[in-house]
């Protein structure tokens, strides 16, 4: 099992954070954490923006928030 964790900032609202989570593979599982209560309900994921190296994240909120985004590649395998 493969799996990341990356600590971004996204920018200003609507634009989309492209955040390099470097498993190598689309992730089978995704989520993301607000680092503080700004922004909380206004983050999302676009759907089918998972690729092989990066995923995209957007605020629809006026203002910046910090996420941990976490990754897991299962390989196949469930644990």
């Given at each position: 099992?493969?799996?990341?964790?990356v600590?971004?900032?996204?920018?200003s609202?609507?634009?989309?954070l492209?955040?390099?989570?470097?498993?190598?593979?689309?992730?089978?599982?995704?989520?993301?954490?607000h680092?503080?209560?700004?922004?909380?309900?206004f983050?999302?994921?676009?759907?089918g923006?998972?690729?092989?190296?990066?995923?995209?994240?957007?605020?629809?909120n006026?203002?910046?928030?910090t996420?941990?985004?976490f990754c897991?590649?299962?390989?196949?395998?469930?644990?």
């Amino acid at each position: 099992m493969l799996r990341t964790r990356v600590r971004r900032t996204t920018g200003s609202t609507g634009v989309s954070l492209t955040v390099t989570h470097g498993l190598g593979q689309v992730p089978d599982a995704w989520w993301f954490v607000h680092g503080s209560n700004r922004g909380v309900g206004f983050t999302y994921m676009p759907f089918g923006t998972a690729l092989t190296n990066t995923i995209d994240v957007c605020n629809s909120n006026q203002t910046t928030v910090t996420l941990d985004v976490f990754c897991i590649f299962y390989n196949g395998r469930l644990y």
